[in-house]
């Protein structure tokens, strides 16, 4: 698996587990159409279609991609925490019970621990980060800091 060196922002997030600001992240008032992946490990986590605008200040979904996300009760039983299934990123918390949809769930998740993919660019992507240009194809990082790793 392939993981993403991340700034120290998305690391405080991703992997201490905290909480970006509210109505601060890049994906919180957005609703273009596309795929929400792991911002480290590139795994598929939401369609755009399940996302809603809860109004809470943070991206909110009402489904995750089946088998995408883990969840795991807090240490102190007061919420439910959920991570990427595949390497274990921090993502948010889901809150079940609140009405805001039909399916009556809401993924509350940091914009920080996503990338966004426009449909348009689902095959592959060329994301310019830091001083490396990141390719993704169909949602997986196939060659990050040059590496060669043909997919
Ligand atoms: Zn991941």
Redesign the pocket.
Known sequence: MRRRKLTQAEKLVIVDKGTEVPFTGEYDQFFERGMYV?R????HLYKSERKFDAHCGWPSFDQEIRGAVKKALDPDGARTEIT?S????HLGHVFIGERLTKKNVRHCVNSLSMRFIPNSKRVSTKVRRDKHTEVIHDGVIVDADNAEEKY
């Not at 480290?40 to 795994?43: M, S």
């Not at 595949?86 to 990123?89: I, K």
């Open positions: 792991c480290r490990c590139g795994a990427c595949r390497c274990g990123a």
